[in-house]
């Protein structure tokens, strides 16, 4: 394999943003729920948070106003950027391979929020093209998100490598017939091969 993209996704791969989403989570549904266990975000992860609420709603036997949802979520979530960090093992990589290889993030978040979030650790600017959610017809575990960055980054699909956090965004990396990072392991130490020497199956060291 001959890497010639790379492509990120967003929260818990480049950023830490699951805390303040949990938190933000937390305090709008609170009037409809006092407590949330840490496993019902777990199982969510990677998947956008209108669908979040939609879930949270059908289980609850709720009739919630999604839109108004999601501009509370907000404007809790942009409060919340200020403790914002990183996630160093991943941001690293950005920087070392930009203006060498193009690179593009592909995140099931909204631009309102990912954007941002991006700004706030001053990764922003590293990226070609940046993919949300409300750009494709599917989100992951379908592979539109990952085929729509990879041709915006002007890169056929197979010569793109993933770093994703979830199982939804690694099975949509498949589905785009994309070889996937698990980020999860880079940031707990693990390191990667360097790009130009990555195989379908020997990625780390």
Same mark, same amino acid.
């Given at each position: 394999?001959?890497?010639?993209?790379?492509?990120?996704?967003?929260?818990?791969? =480049?950023?830490?943003?699951?805390? $303040?989403? @949990?938190?933000? +989570?937390? %305090? /709008?549904?609170?009037?409809?729920? *006092? #407590?949330?266990?840490?496993?019902?975000?777990?199982?969510?992860?990677?998947?956008?948070?209108?669908?979040?609420?939609?879930?949270?709603?059908?289980?609850?036997?709720?009739?919630?106003?999604?839109?108004?949802?999601?501009?509370?979520?907000?404007?809790?979530?942009?409060?919340?950027?200020?403790?914002?960090?990183? =996630?160093?093992?991943?941001?690293? $990589?950005? @920087?070392?391979? +930009?203006? %060498? /290889?193009?690179?593009?993030?592909? *995140? #099931?978040?909204?631009?309102?929020?990912?954007?941002?979030?991006?700004?706030?650790?001053?990764?922003?600017?590293?990226?070609?093209?940046?993919?949300?959610?409300?750009?494709?017809?599917?989100?992951?575990?379908?592979?539109?998100?990952?085929?729509?960055?990879?041709?915006?980054?002007?890169?056929?699909?197979?010569?793109?490598?993933?770093?994703?956090?979830?199982?939804?965004?690694?099975?949509?990396?498949?589905?785009?017939?994309?070889?996937?990072?698990?980020?999860?392991?880079?940031?707990?130490?693990?390191?990667?091969?360097?790009?130009?020497?990555?195989?379908?199956?020997?990625?780390?060291?």
């Amino acid at each position: 394999m001959s890497v010639k993209g790379l492509i990120f996704d967003c929260d818990g791969t =480049l950023v830490d943003t699951l805390p $303040i989403y @949990r938190s933000a +989570y937390r %305090k /709008i549904l609170a009037p409809y729920k *006092s #407590s949330i266990a840490e496993d019902w975000f777990e199982a969510r992860k990677g998947i956008s948070a209108a669908m979040t609420i939609q879930s949270f709603a059908e289980e609850e036997g709720l009739n919630l106003d999604i839109q108004q949802m999601l501009k509370a979520l907000h404007d809790n979530f942009v409060e919340g950027l200020k403790n914002l960090d990183e =996630l160093t093992a991943i941001a690293t $990589i950005v @920087r070392q391979y +930009y203006k %060498k /290889i193009p690179m593009a993030v592909a *995140s #099931s978040g909204l631009r309102h929020f990912v954007v941002p979030s991006l700004q706030r650790v001053e990764l922003f600017q590293y990226f070609d093209c940046l993919v949300t959610v409300e750009e494709v017809k599917h989100p992951k575990p379908a592979p539109d998100i990952f085929i729509e960055s990879a041709k915006r980054i002007g890169v056929h699909p197979s010569d793109c490598l993933v770093f994703e956090d979830s199982a939804e965004g690694m099975e949509a990396a498949h589905h785009a017939n994309m070889i996937a990072v698990d980020a999860t392991r880079l940031i707990k130490g693990k390191h990667l091969l360097p790009i130009e020497e990555i195989q379908p199956n020997h990625i780390y060291i």
